[in-house]
DNA sequence: CAGTGGTCTAGACCACGAA
DNA sequence: TCGTGGTCTAGACCACTGC
């Protein structure tokens, strides 16, 4: 493990065993230096890091402080892959639905930017929370990466299959958002009225060398879906 | 302006201007480093800034790719304050019903770290893209630190106006999505019938040094609303 | 194993905020 | 004006990719 992932691991933990509340002072970088014995770059790429996952930030001049969303129980549209993290005090099930090879349709073979005689895992589930239906999800996976899968992955996290089990890297991904009406198919299977309001999310996730493996399109269920998005300054 | 501003700023225009789509290799650090006279660690600053941005991906032992999303007409979660960079090609125009000075509800002092008796602007207007509309939105600004606001700059970009004249830098922003039925009075303004699907908004603007002046609900017409969010490893 | 990106160091100097 | 974070440099060494 890098020194800089090390020392964010000890900060991150560090704030979260106080309790710090956003606005909470922490050492200098002269002090964070000394406290954990390295350069001043080090430091900097460690508060970098804090900074991007939303859990510190900097104000040159003045100091480096905690920062806190006070929300609970939104899913973050950008920590993915699953909401383990998010959800930590809610039980999470899943039932399968459709799992087969198929050949990709045309959005799919966009999407993976794959051939259309190529292979893609069709994998088609509703996720529960707390007993309650959170959403549908359709996936398709690019087969020549994602080379096997079964009804036991499936029913588990398939992403930590996909880092664990096969060694891959997911690199970055694109979400695409979208509100719309429930089809009668869509109310069936998550226990709601058709046309009652419905979020639409499609990602596309990439490997770290830039190729898409995983297209899905998530449909939730509009009373259990409550998302959050922490934004920093570099947009604007 | 920063060494490896400029740089990110000429290297983004190269790519725009050249059309480059998603997976072209750009030239290799030791290239940059010598094309634009600079230190490997101002390159490396630099690509760390349009990775942050979605403009390129980086690949150990590989090289440097462009990263591009391909959907057009969606609104990036990421680059708040206002849609002008997403929406270029679209027509926004904006009408005002109302704004004045108030004392804050308890859920405004809450998100925006204020008392009750202190004061806050209260905004609140419609939206509309190329004449339909596109949302309903209120806003509370913490009289303390947007000390003046009017009709001619509210029904321009509020955000341009508090960076340029009022000479303040926002530093991020918290957002939580939800979405929900519209009720009447909402469907009203954005010509929608009752219980119609809605997405709902609510964004906690805060400056570089921590402190909230922006809270803000924007109803979004289900019709209108796409969005989008580019996501980094990160995170996983 | 050559090429390429990533980490880490030590230190000079700059820019901003608060007192 | 001083304390603090940010930029930039030159260079050593590490780690991954792909031929």
Redesign the interface.
């Known amino acids: 493990m890098l020194k800089y992932q090390q020392i964010a691991e000890e900060m991150e933990r560090y704030i979260e065993d106080h309790g710090l509340k ?2 909470s002072k922490l050492p200098v970088i002269e002090a964070l230096m000394k406290q954990y014995g390295v350069s001043k770059s080090t430091i900097i790429k460690t508060l970098e ?1 804090l900074e ?3 859990i510190i ?1 900097q ?2 001049g ?1 100091g480096i ?1 905690v ?1 806190r ?1 006070n ?1 609970k129980g ?1 899913i ?6 699953g909401f383990k993290k998010d959800l930590e005090d809610y039980v999470l099930t899943s039932k399968i639905i459709e799992l087969e090879v198929r050949k990709p349709t045309e959005e799919v073979s966009i999407n993976l930017n794959m051939d259309l005689n190529e292979d893609v895992y069709y994998v088609k589930r509703i996720r529960y929370i707390n007993g309650q239906t959170l959403c549908l999800e359709e996936s398709w996976y690019n087969k020549s990466i994602i080379t096997y899968l079964n009804k036991e992955i499936v029913s588990e996290s398939i992403f930590h299959y996909i ?1 664990e089990g096969l060694g891959l ?13 429930l089809n009668e198919e869509e109310a069936a299977f998550l226990g709601l009225e058709k046309d ?4 639409l999310v499609e990602s596309i996730f ?1 490997l ?3 190729q898409p493996f995983d297209f899905s399109k998530v449909t ?1 269920n ?1 009373q259990q ?12």
Do not use: C
Request: aromatic share 20%; charged share 20%.
């Open positions: 956003q606005g890091l991007k996952k939303g930030f104000v040159r003045s402080f920062r969303q929300r939104y973050s549209l950008l920590s993915n892959q880092t890297k997911v690199g970055f991904s694109d979400v695409y958002l979208q509100v719309d009406k009652a309001p419905k979020l990439h770290t060398n830039g939730y509009y879906s409550q998302f959050f998005i922490q934004a920093n300054s570099h947009f604007f």
